[in-house]
C-alpha cells in the first residue's frame, strides 16, 4: 500500500515533461537539418527556363501583380460575416428557453450592432458595382 503512495508522488513533477521536451528538440533540430541542409547540399544551377514561372501548361499572358478589384474580397467577406451571424443564432435557437429574456436582449443587441455595421457598410457604397 506503501508504494502506491509513493507511485504517486511523482506524477506531478516536472521529470515527466523531460521526454516531451526532448522530442520536440529532435523534431525542431530535424525539421531545420532537413531545410538547411538541402538548400546547403542541394544543387544551385539557376538558368532562365528554371528561374521563370510554371503556370500548369499554361501560356503565361501578362503580369500576375494586376490591380484586381477589391469588390470581389469585400464581398468574400460579407459572406463569411453573414455565415458567422447563422452560426451565432444556432445556439440560441436550440437554448432559447433555457436563456430567457436574457439571451432575447443579447440576440436582439447583436442582430441590432450587426445591422448598424451592414448599413453602415451599405451606405459608404461597398455594394455598388460599377467597376
Known amino acids: 500500500m506503501t508504494s502506491f503512495f509513493l507511485l504517486q508522488a511523482n506524477v506531478n513533477s516536472s521529470e515527466n515533461y523531460i521526454p516531451i521536451v526532448l522530442q520536440l528538440i529532435f523534431a525542431l533540430g530535424l525539421v531545420f537539418l532537413i531545410i538547411f541542409g538541402s538548400d546547403w547540399l542541394g544543387p544551385k544551377r539557376k538558368t532562365s527556363d528554371k528561374l521563370q514561372n510554371f503556370e500548369s501548361g499554361v501560356e503565361i499572358k501578362g503580369n500576375a501583380r494586376q490591380p484586381m478589384a477589391i469588390k470581389y474580397f469585400l464581398i468574400a467577406i460579407l459572406f463569411v460575416l453573414f455565415d458567422v451571424e447563422v452560426i451565432f443564432f ?22 441590432g450592432l450587426f445591422l448598424a455595421g451592414f448599413t453602415y457598410i451599405f451606405k459608404k457604397g461597398a455594394m455598388k458595382w460599377e467597376d
Open 90 to 111: 444556432y445556439p440560441y435557437a436550440v437554448n432559447f428557453r433555457e436563456l430567457g429574456w436574457e439571451g432575447f436582449i443579447a440576440v436582439v443587441l447583436f442582430v
